[in-house]
């Protein structure tokens, strides 16, 4: 028992490191804020593949890439997850540039609950009650947004539809977290260094050029990308999903907090009623996760007084 509870506070706390870290990058990408947002990713997945390949070969984790690598499948899903990671990344870093935290928050809000819907499109999960309701919340605030104010919250619908993709292809590739960025990020690869040694033109585009508090910052992007993915995957596995479906919020909530209180974002009618209905989806969206964890205890524990 005492192992048990100390194997779930080593999981809480892995999960609010990874999930604060996720929610302050902005101050990094901020900080980046004079390299474009496209050389940033670049410079994201090259120092990122280079972490892993240093933790795979601690880890003695080659054998995995390699048996991964002749399976045709799972390479095949990971050719496409890596579009989608590196699609996300990209908005995400944009966002920043431009100001756009608050999206970016909302985006990562909409996305549990646009998890939900693609596991009833694809995975054929059936939605309870309440998970229905917390839809049709969230699109209500969308729908409140585009009808109301005439705009349409494209960074936080980009965002959420692209890591929610990512998630459900990772799913169905059914592969370790460091294996799989491994590949995608060795996927990526050859496009980011080729736009960083031919292509780019900027005034930061020339690492010799660069005061080195900046490259320092680039390199590490390899760290501020893997660091919080090796938390949230001792996390994964110590904690029950709904502990860490609960604990998730803390990322999105943590990016408003910067946007309107640090970055000065304005926080406008359209957003106000769009994030409105989003937190009430997400009570309701909490609250049946809770009451379905609690009615499953409550049917196992029957089933074992019956044995």
Same mark, same amino acid.
């Given at each position: 028992?005492?192992?048990?509870?100390?194997?779930?506070?080593?999981?809480?706390?892995?999960?609010?490191?990874?999930?604060?870290?996720?929610?302050?990058?902005?101050?990094?990408?901020?900080?980046?804020?004079?390299?474009?947002?496209?050389?940033?990713?670049?410079?994201?997945?090259?120092?990122?593949?280079?972490?892993?390949?240093?933790?795979?070969? /601690?880890?003695? =984790?080659?054998?995995?890439?390699? %048996?991964? &690598?002749?399976?045709? +499948?799972?390479? $095949? @899903?990971? *050719?496409?997850?890596?579009?989608?990671?590196?699609?996300?990344?990209?908005?995400?870093?944009?966002?920043?540039?431009?100001?756009?935290?608050?999206?970016?928050?909302?985006?990562?809000?909409?996305?549990?609950?646009?998890?939900?819907?693609?596991?009833?499109?694809?995975?054929?999960?059936?939605?309870?009650?309440?998970?229905?309701?917390?839809?049709?919340?969230?699109?209500?605030?969308?729908?409140?947004?585009? /009808?109301?104010? =005439?705009?349409?919250?494209?960074? %936080?619908? &980009?965002?959420?539809? +692209?890591?929610? $993709? @990512?998630? *459900?292809?990772?799913?169905?590739?059914?592969?370790?977290?460091?294996?799989?960025?491994?590949?995608?990020?060795?996927?990526?690869?050859?496009?980011?260094?080729?736009?960083?040694?031919?292509?780019?033109?900027?005034?930061?585009?020339?690492?010799?050029?660069?005061?080195?508090?900046?490259?320092?910052?680039?390199?590490?992007?390899?760290?501020?990308?893997?660091?919080?993915?090796?938390?949230?995957?001792?996390?994964?596995?110590?904690?029950?999903?709904?502990?860490?479906?609960?604990?998730?919020?803390?990322?999105?909530? $943590?990016?408003?907090?910067?946007?309107?209180?640090?970055?000065?974002?304005?926080?406008?009618?359209?957003?106000?009623?769009?994030?409105?209905?989003?937190?009430?989806?997400?009570?309701?969206?909490?609250?049946?996760?809770?009451?379905?964890?609690?009615?499953?205890?409550?049917?196992?524990?029957?089933?074992?007084?019956?044995?």
């Amino acid at each position: 028992m005492e192992d048990e509870l100390k194997r779930t506070q080593q999981g809480v706390l892995f999960a609010v490191l990874a999930y604060v870290m996720w929610g302050i990058a902005p101050i990094y990408f901020k900080a980046l804020g004079e390299v474009p947002p496209f050389e940033i990713l670049c410079h994201r997945i090259i120092w990122s593949f280079g972490f892993l390949a240093a933790l795979l070969y /601690v880890t003695k =984790g080659w054998p995995r890439v390699k %048996a991964t &690598l002749t399976n045709k +499948t799972q390479v $095949l @899903y990971l *050719l496409v997850t890596s579009i989608t990671i590196g699609a996300n990344w990209l908005v995400f870093i944009w966002a920043i540039s431009i100001g756009h935290m608050l999206d970016a928050s909302l985006g990562y809000y909409i996305n549990p609950l646009f998890n939900v819907v693609l596991g009833m499109l694809f995975l054929n999960e059936k939605l309870r009650r309440l998970q229905w309701v917390a839809v049709a919340l969230a699109t209500a605030g969308v729908i409140v947004q585009l /009808v109301v104010f =005439g705009s349409v919250p494209i960074i %936080a619908i &980009l965002l959420a539809t +692209t890591f929610g $993709l @990512y998630g *459900l292809l990772r799913k169905k590739v059914n592969l370790d977290a460091f294996t799989g960025l491994f590949i995608e990020t060795l996927v990526l690869l050859p496009v980011a260094m080729l736009y960083l040694l031919f292509l780019a033109d900027s005034a930061t585009s020339h690492l010799t050029s660069n005061p080195m508090t900046l490259n320092l910052l680039l390199i590490s992007a390899g760290i501020v990308t893997t660091l919080p993915l090796l938390c949230f995957a001792g996390a994964a596995v110590r904690l029950r999903l709904a502990t860490l479906g609960f604990i998730q919020y803390i990322g999105p909530s $943590l990016m408003f907090i910067l946007a309107v209180f640090v970055y000065g974002e304005t926080f406008s009618a359209d957003k106000i009623i769009t994030f409105a209905c989003i937190w009430a989806a997400l009570i309701a969206f909490t609250w049946d996760g809770l009451k379905n964890n609690a009615n499953n205890k409550k049917r196992l524990a029957q089933t074992n007084q019956t044995r």
